[in-house]
């Protein structure tokens, strides 16, 4: 018999209760049913395999798309006092880690999803009993997903290959059609799926066009205090807003793949200590990192899709206090992404398009910004959310103000 969970809940992870549907999920997970969970960025995926990886007898793999993702994972689980390693090319203790799961000696185990196809890894699972497969971003799986990656394509025959392992899908951002494609690849019923409500009603969503970015975004940080991200189209213009930016008086650090492994992470670690910082980064930023208290998301430009600008924007406000997401955009940021868009081979194209529309119609809407958001994602959402540029400031009440206006001045 599996140990109750809840107490486990308070003296290992020293959380209250469940969140949202994190009991629905752990609870068919303690079952043994295969489970698609969709839940937003800090909603807390990663308890719906750590606890059930205590509760059950054997060992948890996670498949995780990054090995710094997994290290961050590692520490935390190893911080709370769960048994878990990863598995990953860049590990020196990879004996022992082999050693501790022939054992029975780990909760969890965090591997890459190009060990899937990998033989020897197969026939190491053998080896010991396992509790759980969990796949987190599972969204990598499929092709209409923002994130594809053709290793996640491996996973299933290695869980075909252990069928009585019970499988968790996790992800943050899945339409319905990505939704439908993870369970047939990933072979989970669509009973299976449960799905978390995607609104952040902390955030005040804003949308303008481009005029001089760098004054905007200046402006905006002028106006919003606390620690905040700014979303910048390549690396040398992480730079360059940092620079500009820093005229403000605001301590501001540039974050991209192509800086110094050791500035980068001196880099990260002071925005998180920060209460005031603004770091400039490419959508490098941010996986991963647990910062509650950021008060702002700028984009400097389009995000590459909804699901992305939702992930970005989300990383805003996960405390619950208020928070702004203010995108900038142009029409060259489209016409960039048709330009890219003509380079993808055919086959994608048609998806590339469903996804630019999307961006399209969240840009251009004079309606609530965040109806659009999340009917995107099936969620239910009314005409006004009060919350929006739109809803507070409707278009076309601005223009009767100015018809209005010249009306008494005539
Ligand atoms: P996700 O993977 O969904 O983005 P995480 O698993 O990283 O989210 O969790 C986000 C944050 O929420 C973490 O700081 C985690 O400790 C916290 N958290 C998770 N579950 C709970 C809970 N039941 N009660 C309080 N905090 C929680
Ligand atoms: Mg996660």
Redesign the pocket.
Known sequence: MPRDPLPL?HST?G?????GV?ESVVTRVLAGDNTLAV?????????CYQLPSVVLEGTCVVVSPLIALMHDQLRAATAVGIRAATLTSVDTDQMETIARFRRGELDLLYVAPERASNMAFRELLTQAPLALFAIDEAHCVSEWGHDFRPDYRLLRPLLDHFPHVPRLA?T?TADKVTRDDILDQLGIPREGMIVAGFDRPNIRYTISPKDNTTRQIADLIAETPGAGIVYCQSRAGTEKMAEALARSGRPTRAYHAGLDPQVRARNQADFVASEDMVICATVAFGMGI?K?DVRFVAHAGMPKSIESYYQETGRAG?DGDPAVAHLFWGAEDFAKARQRMSEVEPARQAGERVRLQALGALVETPGCRRKILLRHFGDDAPDYCGNCDNCLNPPGAVDATEVAKKVLSA
């Open positions: 809940l992870f959380f209250p209760g469940f969140r994190q839940m937003p960025t800090g909603a807390g995926k990663s308890l996790l943050a647990d509650p996960r």
